[in-house]
């Protein structure tokens, strides 16, 4: 069979090399907004607010950036919402993807809080550390929990596969040889400039899924 299909196929020259076809999305220039209204608990807030691809130079301060926002009981988002009584849980942060993709903003409301008091607190906090910055102490700890995600993530064979076939899907394997070394270079003016360059109103979009009807 083999050689019948080698016969009659083998003399048939190889073709050219598809082109790889991108595309690329418009520019938003404008918040956009989407209302969900569905049987459910609790109402959940959720931004995105669009990035670059991962083989950008921003991305290893937009890593760092999702931690400040949301790793840990001390980060800006859970002190403000979570610790005040506004939420239940709160997160941040981007996936790593070879074309451009989203930082996003996750909220699960608690059942008597107001929806636009918590919107509004939580765009605060995005302001505030857009105009303010971060603390060296803020980036040191989160430095800290990358360090220790990536020494642990790294434990086995399968694990230490699992990472380098991640890095090759969005950018290269060879990424893991200095990803922390990236992260060390992040500063602390860098975390606050991404923030300040995407966290923004006119490149967000907006749902919110507000419960209605009975939730069983």
């Not at 790793?71 to 919402?81: D, P």
């Not at 992040?186 to 209605?212: H, I, K, S």
């Amino acid at each position: 069979m083999v050689s019948a299909i080698d016969k009659e196929f083998g003399p048939i020259p190889r073709g050219a090399d598809p082109s790889i076809v991108a595309s690329v999305e418009p520019v938003q220039e404008g918040e956009r907004r989407v209302t969900v209204r569905r049987p459910g608990p609790v109402p959940i807030l959720s931004q995105a607010y669009h990035v670059p691809a991962n083989t950008h130079p921003d991305t290893p301060a937009l890593w760092l950036l999702g931690a400040v926002l949301s790793a840990g009981r001390s980060s800006r988002l859970y002190t403000a919402l979570v610790t005040t009584g506004l939420a239940q849980s709160a997160g941040a942060g981007s996936s790593d993807t070879r074309d451009p993709y989203l930082f996003r903003v996750s909220v699960t409301s608690r059942s008597e809080t107001d929806p636009p008091r918590l919107e509004a607190a939580t765009i605060a906090v995005l302001e505030q550390l857009a105009q303010d910055g971060v603390t060296d102490a803020e980036l040191t700890k989160v430095r800290r929990q990358f360090r220790a995600g990536y020494v642990f993530g790294s434990e086995g064979v399968t694990n230490q596969a699992r990472s380098l076939g991640q890095h090759e899907i969005s950018d290269t394997w060879r990424r893991a040889e200095t990803y922390l070394a990236e992260l060390d270079q992040v500063t602390a003016e860098d975390v606050q400039r991404v923030c300040a360059t995407y966290l923004v109103e006119r490149n967000r979009t907006t749902g919110w899924f507000l419960p209605e009807g009975d939730s069983r």
